[in-house]
Each structure stands twice: as structure tokens, then as C-alpha cells.
């Protein structure tokens, strides 16, 4: 028997809910803890609504019991945790650049209010959070994250069980991933802080006299900006490249 409201079917709704609902929760962008849970979840459900007619014929039938038919939402609850935390793994990578591109520029205690996690953060890391917020909405990036949600559907079906192997592989990479990203974001403030480094150690082997770290404190920040602008774009397109492929496979 077929439960519907107004000519929806609230099953087929229920089971989509609960896997749209879990990756909407955590997509970047969608996923901001500055956007009110309420406001995620109503988003969740009326996508869930004008989806399920797409995808109503395969969506399998609720088995005759409580039991199952929870066990059934859980998983694809579990399902978009998975794919949507992912993309979360993914987002972090500018953190983590933030973090690198702050201790080298002598700026780690530097903190400030970060919007996106509703508490303070360091300041480059904070800079560069919502950056990427902001070029995930001017490049399109949201579009692609929902035509994901969509694909997902194929990667993996409605009402599947949970892929526990594949699952801590997605994870595995979108770390590594992650921790790659980040640090080629830093690179080029890596390998002028090392240059510059060098270059202090010989300065103060030769003149003695000269507080080096007092000279070299003012020219390490400046130096350190000018080369993070000369070099953020690069790094912002890697990002976004990641991101971009993460969505692709998603599609």
C-alpha cells in the first residue's frame, strides 16, 4: 500500500530526505554552520519533494516492519554522511593552508571571529574559509554539488547497502587529498620562508652586530603577503579543481 500526501509519496520523499538531508548538511556552501540548520533541512526537503518524482522507480519498497524500514533510512542517512563529508574533508584544505601560510608569516596567534564555524579562528585560516565560500557560489560550484547530490543516485543506488570498504577509501582520499591541497596552497610561502631563512643565517654569520630578528620580522610579513597575493589565485584554482572533480564523480 502507497502512502501519499497531496500526490506525494511520503516513503519515496522519507528515504531521499534522509540521504539529501545528511549531504546538504555537510556540502560546502549548503553546509556552513552559518546557515541556520532550519533553514538546511526545509531546503532538504522541498529538493527531496521535486526530486522523488525522478527517481521514484527506484526507489525500493519499505520492508513490513518498524525495524527495517529504520534500518533502511538509516543507511542512506550513512550514505549521505559519507559522500557529503567528503566534500567537508575537502573545504578543509584551506584551513590547513591558512595554518601553514600563518606560522610562516609569524601570524599564527592572530585571531579572529570566523563566521563559518561560529567561533574564533586564526585570521589567515578565517581569510581564506571564506574565500572559498565565496568562489564556490561565484563559480558555479553550488550547481555542480547539487546535480552530485542527483548523480549520487547512480554511484550508488537507493537502498543499497552500506559501502563499508568503499567508504573508507572515499575517506582515505578525500584526507590525502585534502592535506595536498593545503600544503600547495602554502608551497610558495614555504619555499620563500626557507629562502629568506637562509638568507638571514648567512646575514647574521657575517654581521654579527645586526638584531636579525628584530630586521627580519617586518620584512618576513611584508615579504610573506606580497608573495600570498602573487600566489593565491594558483592555489584557489587547485582548490577549486578538487573540488570541481569531487563533483564530477559525483554527477
Known amino acids: 500500500m502507497t502512502l501519499t500526501l497531496y500526490g506525494v509519496d511520503i516513503w519515496s520523499v522519507s528515504l531521499l530526505f534522509a540521504r539529501v538531508g545528511a549531504m546538504l548538511m555537510l556540502l560546502p556552501g549548503f553546509g556552513e554552520t552559518a546557515v541556520p540548520p532550519r533553514v538546511r533541512l526545509a531546503f532538504a526537503l522541498a529538493f527531496s519533494i521535486c526530486l522523488a518524482p525522478t527517481i521514484a ?39 590547513t593552508a591558512g595554518q601553514l601560510i600563518g606560522l610562516e608569516l609569524g601570524l599564527a596567534f592572530a585571531q579572529t571571529a570566523d563566521p ?12 581564506m574559509s571564506l574565500m572559498g565560500v565565496a568562489l564556490i557560489f561565484a563559480t558555479g560550484l553550488d550547481h555542480m554539488f547539487l546535480q552530485g547530490i542527483i548523480g549520487s543516485y547512480s554511484v550508488i543506488a537507493p537502498g543499497a547497502p552500506a559501502p563499508v570498504g568503499d567508504a ?12 595536498r591541497v593545503g600544503f600547495q596552497i602554502a608551497m610558495p610561502l614555504l619555499a620563500a620562508g626557507l629562502i629568506f631563512r637562509l638568507g638571514m643565517g648567512v646575514l647574521s654569520r657575517l654581521i654579527p652586530q645586526i ?41
Do not use: C, H, K
Not at 119 to 124: A, K, N, P, T
Not at 216 to 240: D, E, N, Y
Open 57 to 95: 522507480d527506484r526507489i525500493p519498497d519499505p520492508v513490513n516492519s518498524a525495524w527495517g524500514m529504520s534500518l533502511q533510512v538509516a543507511t542512506e542517512t550513512m550514505i549521505g554522511v559519507l559522500l557529503g563529508g567528503a566534500a567537508r574533508f575537502l573545504i578543509s584544505a584551506l584551513a
Open 116 to 127: 563559518t564555524m561560529t567561533q574564533s579562528g586564526q585570521v589567515l585560516a578565517v581569510f
Open 168 to 179: 573508507a577509501q572515499l575517506a582515505l582520499e578525500a584526507v590525502s587529498t585534502s592535506f
Open 211 to 251: 638584531q636579525v630578528f628584530f630586521v627580519a620580522l617586518p620584512l618576513q610579513v611584508l615579504g610573506g603577503l606580497v608573495v600570498l597575493a602573487l600566489g593565491l589565485s594558483t592555489g584557489m584554482l587547485i582548490w577549486l579543481d578538487s573540488l570541481e572533480r569531487y563533483a564530477t564523480w559525483l554527477r
